[in-house]
Structures are given as C-alpha cells and as structure tokens.
C-alpha cells in the first residue's frame, strides 16, 4: 500500500497548521522500545527536525552520547541548532554531542563495531522538506523536479524524468510506485517532456492515468513516489544501514525503526525476521506498532508509520576494544 500521507496525496494532512506536523511520529513508542540507558552510547540515523533525537538527548546524562546523521544539510543545520538550545537548558551537564552530514549508508565508517546502545531510524521524508516547494518533492506546490535529500548529490528528478527511456521509467514506477499503470505513465511522461516542475509532472500524469475508483489518494502520489526513492536510493540506504546495525550495537542494544509505506517496512521486517533465525536478533514487536487513534488525529502523517524495533542477541562482535570511543575516525 502506498502511503495515503504522501505529499502527492491531494488531502488532508499537507494543508494543515506545520506546528502540527512537526510532531515526532510514535515518540513514546519509540522511547519505550529504545530504552535509553543514562550514560549509553545512542544514534539517530535519521534527525530530520530532531524530535527523536531531542527526547533522547535528554535522557542520556552528561556521560552519554548521542551521534546523528542526516544528508540534508538544511536538516542536519536545524536538529543541531535545536539540540544546542536543549543543551543550554540542561545546567548539570549535557551528553556529548556528534552531528554528521552524511547517508546513514555511511555509519560503519563513523561508528566502532560493537559500541552502541541503541540506534532508531525514522525513514523517509521531512516535513521541512516536503513544505519546500523549491525541494520539488510535493505536488502541493508549484516547484522545480528536484527530490534530492541531498542537494550537493546525484541526479535530480527532473534529470530522471526527462532522461531515463520509457521503459526505464515504467520499471522504476512499477518498483518503486507499486503504480499497476506503469506503462501508461511512463508513455504519458515521454510524450510530455521536457517536464521541469512538479505540477506540470501531477498534470501528465493525472491526464493518463484517472483517479483508481475508491482511493482516496492523487493519481501522481505513486510515481512521485517512485521518483523520490529511486532519486534517494532509499531502499538500498536502508538495507545497508539494516545490515550494519548489529555490528555496530552492543549485546543487548536496541534497533527501532519507523516506515511509512510497505516497501520499506518488507525490507524491514524481511532483515530483522532473518536475523531472528540466525541467532542475531531478538525481535520485540511480533506486529509493527502503529498509531493510535488521538496520535493520528494530532498528526495524520502517522497514519501509515510502523514501527519495529529488535535487540541484538550474543556475545558482541568480539572485535570490540575495551572502552573504545564509539566513533571510529
Ligand atoms: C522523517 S524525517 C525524520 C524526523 C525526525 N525523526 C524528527 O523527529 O524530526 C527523515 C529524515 O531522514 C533523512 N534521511 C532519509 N534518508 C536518509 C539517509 N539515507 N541518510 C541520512 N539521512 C536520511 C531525511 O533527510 C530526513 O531529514
């Protein structure tokens, strides 16, 4: 199911106060799940506007740490001034503090194997970014096809649109849409090209492709979709990063992760199943964990969120040097 909270979504929760959408997705829950330790090691991997990071900043203590990574550098820029303030509020003492402005791909470079209590993902987009007309990802607004988390790298959507073969276009659609329609839309953006900004791309398609009887949803929501993680690699982001996971955490240290549609959450439920079977997880949530009524009538985004969280089993990776700094440059 795609997600109905997309941008490209056409309703509801995209035209309502931003106060309200700048609300963490399934903190408490989340919190709960990580168990954050006084004094432990945690990371974020997706700051975002460092709603998660902030609740655990504040509990970790003087002794602690917390490392967060996020490519966008408007991102990264906005969690650090908000963490900042935090720590001027915290008198005895605040955790020490590591920003990087990397793809969380990149984590195994930064962080020594066997050092951290606990990590949380929240994939996807932003609110900062989805109400950026200029970052092209919602069709809400006029804006050019751009969709990159990170400006400073790869192709934007525009260049995707206007330069992938029609068959290419159609397979990433199909992918990473799970748009039926493929083809059609497809056919439908190489006949409309050049195709600059996001409206124009809504228009094509919606032309092609009329509105599925009884969704609910914009019938642009999944190629925009499809567009934005083929732009941002996210799956394969996030399969590396499901990988890297247990290495990185202590026995006993705690993965929670938050999707919002189902291709990410199959590859997140797929990697923590497996690594249950080989002894490598514990997982904590037999079913994803999603929002309750009032939580999605405060913030409909977390309508479509799923959470899952896992603790690492064993012994540790064994290559782990005594007291080692958690970061690894
Ligand atoms: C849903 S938001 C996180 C919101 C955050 N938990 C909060 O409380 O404000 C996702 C963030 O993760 C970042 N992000 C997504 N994929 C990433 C990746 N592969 N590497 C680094 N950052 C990523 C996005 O740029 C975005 O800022």
């Not at 962080?111 to 951290?116: L, M, R």
């Not at 934005?228 to 399969?239: F, G, K, Q, S």
């Not at 499901?242 to 240290?253: D, I, N, Q, T």
Request: contains cysteine.
């Amino acid at each position: 199911m795609t997600d109905p909270g997309f941008p490209g979504a056409g309703f509801g929760p995209w035209d309502e106060d931003p106060q309200v959408r700048h609300v963490p997705v399934l903190l408490k829950e989340a919190m709960d799940f990580l168990r954050v330790r006084p004094g432990g090691t945690y990371v974020d991997c997706t700051l975002g506007m460092g709603g998660h990071a902030e609740a655990i900043f504040r509990q970790l203590g003087p002794s602690g740490q917390l490392l967060g990574f996020d490519r966008d550098p408007e991102a990264l820029a906005l969690a650090k001034e908000r963490l900042e303030r935090t720590r001027e509020r915290m008198p005895a003492g605040a955790p020490r503090l590591e920003l990087i402005g990397e793809a969380f791909s990149a984590i195994s470079r930064h962080i020594a194997p066997g050092s951290v209590d606990g990590m949380l993902a929240d994939f996807g987009v932003s609110s900062l970014q989805l109400d950026e007309a200029r970052r092209g990802f919602s069709f809400q607004a006029e804006g050019p096809l751009d969709m990159r988390m990170d400006p400073r790298s790869g192709p934007t959507a525009e260049q995707v649109v206007n330069e992938a073969s029609e068959r290419e276009l159609a397979d990433l659609i199909y992918e990473f849409g799970e748009e039926r329609r493929s083809r059609t839309v497809a056919r439908a953006i190489v006949r409309g090209r050049p195709i600059t900004t996001t409206r124009q791309l809504a228009r094509i398609v919606a032309s092609a492709v009329p509105p599925m009887k009884n969704s609910p949803i914009h019938p642009a929501t999944r190629t925009f979709q499809a567009l934005r993680i083929y732009v941002n690699r996210e799956l394969d982001e996030i399969r590396v990063l499901l990988e890297a996971a247990p290495r990185l955490l202590k026995p006993s240290g705690r993965l929670v992760v938050i999707s919002f549609h189902s291709l990410e959450d199959r590859i997140a439920k797929d990697s923590l199943r497996n690594g249950a079977k080989q002894g490598i997880w514990t997982v904590l949530t037999k079913k994803p964990v999603t929002a309750g009524e009032e939580e999605i009538e405060r913030n409909p985004r977390s309508r479509s969120a799923k959470l899952r969280a896992a603790e690492r089993q064993g012994q540790g990776t064994g290559d782990r040097e005594q007291g080692a700094n958690s970061l690894s440059r």
